[in-house]
């Protein structure tokens, strides 16, 4: 007699990464590969901040929530072996946040404002989303709302439907700090945010 077996539980990707992940941000000890800030003292490009909330599908701001990024360089070239320009090696362009250390819970990143990577493509920056009740992490891409121009011949951009276009542009604000760049996720409802499938 042969035993059946069972399939093994489903697990959602939350909500304990962000402590795991962005340890020194929640006031752990151990290191993170990986924090809010990308840039040093004299990292090139003009410096900004990307910030929002991840709000759920009752639009309420997601506690636990945790947003990576990955960008280009101020000069469009990426720190990976697969990009032959010889990126700046003062900037990484990999960066992790968690929402729960923010009284707004929001999530930020200080670093430089991406160049046009190829052709085609308008300066953008790449962001996952981890959240608490999903299965997999949701992609998506910021794209800037002063760079109408680059973003009207944006390939990947082209094939979002125009009315949902929006949810994919962070809208700048000049502040007293420096320049930012605001772009609230949504996870459902009436302005859910594009994601992508990779």
């Known amino acids: 007699m042969s035993e059946t077996l ?13 402590y ?14 990986a924090s809010p800030t990308l840039t040093e003292d004299d990292t090139p490009g003009a ?8 709000y759920d599908g009752n639009g309420e701001p997601i506690n636990d929530a945790m947003v990576e990024i990955w960008q280009a360089d101020s000069n469009g070239r990426f720190q990976h ?12 362009g990999f960066g992790r946040c968690g929402t729960g250390t923010d009284p707004q819970n ?7 404002k991406p160049g046009v990577a190829e052709d085609g493509s308008a300066p953008h920056i790449n962001l996952i989303l ?7 992490h949701a992609y998506t891409r910021i794209y800037f709302s002063d760079e109408e121009a680059a973003n009207a011949t944006d390939t990947v951009l082209a094939t979002v439907p125009q009315e949902r276009r929006a949810t ?14 605001r772009f609230d996720i949504h996870m459902q409802g009436d302005n859910e945010t594009v994601f992508f499938d990779v």
């Open 6 to 18: 069972k399939q093994t539980p489903s697990q959602t990707v939350g909500p304990y990464f962000a």
């Open 20 to 33: 795991g992940l962005t340890a020194p941000q929640y006031g752990y000890a151990h290191d993170s590969i």
């Open 47 to 54: 410096r900004i901040r990307v910030e929002g909330i991840v």
């Open 81 to 92: 072996p697969d990009d032959p320009r010889r990126p700046n090696a003062k900037f990484v």
């Open 106 to 112: 929001r999530f930020w990143f200080d670093t430089v």
């Open 130 to 136: 981890f959240a608490r009740g999903m299965l997999v």
């Open 168 to 181: 994919l542009i962070a809208k700048r604000e000049e502040t007293p700090t420096g320049t930012v760049y």
